[in-house]
């Protein structure tokens, strides 16, 4: 159920940035600058419905990977 609510709120969040012909271009460029490619819409909302807890549970385990982490100490004198 969660899940089904994360889904929904992020495609509402892009539809609602796509909106601002702006934030369209922005996205467009980046998108083909690192990519070379740009994805439809559609093409990204079945990405994100095709998502599973699973695989979420993949990336977090990938990024919070502690060997992958770096630290800053701040130290007050």
Known sequence: MQLHKA???LK???TISSENRENL???I???FLLY????????IYN???SL?????????????DE???????????
């Open 7 to 9: 889904r929904r709120q």
């Open 12 to 14: 509402g969040q892009i």
């Open 25 to 27: 271009m922005l996205n």
């Open 29 to 31: 460029g980046k998108s």
């Open 36 to 43: 070379n490619k740009v994805d439809s819409l559609a093409d």
């Open 47 to 49: 990405k994100i419905d």
């Open 52 to 64: 599973t807890a699973i695989d979420l549970l993949e990336i977090a385990n990938e990024i919070f």
């Open 67 to 77: 060997q992958q982490l770096s630290y800053l100490i701040y130290e007050q004198s």
